[in-house]
């Protein structure tokens, strides 16, 4: 018999963005310009962090 999955699998941690590289904005004033996207992703990564270390104290930051 197969043995369960950790807690942690079910709900594994989640991961930080990839930053963008400085040659990835084209600096033409794009409406939504790779680091906006960016900065919009890091902050919904810190909300989902900050949860999930709610549900995992255990865990470290």
Same mark, same amino acid.
């Given at each position: 018999? /197969?043995?369960?999955?950790?807690?942690?699998?079910? /709900?594994?941690? #989640?991961?930080? #963005?990839?930053?963008?590289?400085?040659?990835?904005?084209?600096?033409? @004033?794009?409406?939504?310009?790779?680091?906006?996207?960016?900065?919009?992703?890091?902050? @919904?990564?810190?909300?989902?962090?900050?949860?999930?270390?709610?549900?995992?104290?255990?865990?470290?930051?």
């Amino acid at each position: 018999m /197969d043995s369960p999955l950790p807690i942690t699998d079910l /709900d594994p941690r #989640p991961q930080p #963005p990839e930053k963008p590289l400085p040659q990835d904005c084209c600096d033409s @004033g794009c409406q939504m310009c790779v680091n906006d996207v960016y900065a919009a992703e890091l902050e @919904g990564y810190r909300l989902a962090l900050a949860l999930w270390l709610k549900r995992h104290p255990e865990a470290s930051p």
